[in-house]
């Protein structure tokens, strides 16, 4: 059997897609190192080297055609219908709250805990979900959000929540939260907004039923109540983490 008659394997196979799909665009769509990082590999998409495979073309400078399109001015709930990969853990742990009668703080605390997650990156969810809506809610659900990441790990059975046994099957019995994360949980526990990021929590690890109903609609009133919308649409105005919404919006500018 020769090259030409061989099969192509599956990476060769995503390749060849991924090159006709470049070809297919006005523009060269490129990946950011952070993309690479995450397959186990340090590099970037130089210009020079694109050039080389692609003479002449120019790079995506505005949304990838290949996702969902986003409004012209769009809200937290365009970004969850087009951007979030998956939100029904958010929504289930949303209605628990709703369903337990917690505040709204609380309630929009636990519908956006894991936005790092579904929309960003892992590592660090809470810092990174904390920081794209500080700007945009009170203080006190952004400080719940960052603190859910440190509480998670540390039972606290009076309030209702002990250790869940999904994190031993998730990440082993052996694992022990890093020391920046035990810092984090001790300034916590005895902060004035202890509780709501504690309420976080409760309401999170029973909510990864896929036959519970839940619907986004039910929570647009208290986003609309609680999320302070940007005239000019969520990441295309001047906040601090403006900058981080927009990266969703266009994930791959080349600049
Ligand atoms: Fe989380
Ligand atoms: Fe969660």
């Not at 006190?140 to 059975?157: G, K, N």
């Not at 309420?199 to 039923?209: A, E, G, P, Q, T």
Request: glycine share 4%.
């Amino acid at each position: 059997m020769n090259e030409h008659t061989k099969p192509q394997s599956i990476s060769q196979q995503a390749d060849e897609l991924e090159e006709h799909m470049m070809h297919e665009l006005e523009r060269v769509v490129t990946k950011s190192t952070l993309h690479y990082l995450a397959e186990g590999k340090v590099a970037m998409d130089s210009s020079a080297d694109l050039w080389k495979k692609h003479p002449g073309a120019v790079f995506n400078m505005g949304p990838d055609p290949r996702l969902p399109q986003m409004p012209e001015k769009p809200t937290l709930i365009d970004y969850f219908r087009h951007r979030f990969a998956s939100h029904a853990h958010l929504l289930q742990s949303a209605t628990h709250a709703l369903k337990a009668g917690h505040n709204e703080k609380v309630i929009l605390a636990c519908l956006l805990h894991d936005i790092g997650v579904v929309s960003f990156i892992r590592c660090d969810h809470g810092y990174w979900g904390a920081q794209m809506i500080e700007p945009y809610v009170d203080e006190e659900v952004s400080w719940a959000v960052r603190t859910h990441q440190a509480l998670r790990f540390f039972p606290d059975e009076a309030a209702g929540y002990k250790y869940p046994d999904m994190y031993i099957k998730l990440f082993g019995d052996d694992y022990r939260p890093e020391p920046y994360i035990v810092a984090e949980y001790e300034r916590a526990r005895n902060h004035k907004w202890y509780m709501t990021s504690r309420l976080i929590c409760v309401n999170d690890i029973y909510s990864f039923d896929p036959n519970m109903k839940v619907n986004l609609d039910d929570f647009v009133d208290i986003v609309g109540r609680n999320f302070r919308q940007p005239e000019e649409g969520l990441g295309l105005d001047d906040s601090p983490s403006a900058h981080m919404w927009r990266t969703m919006m266009w994930p791959n500018r080349f600049l």
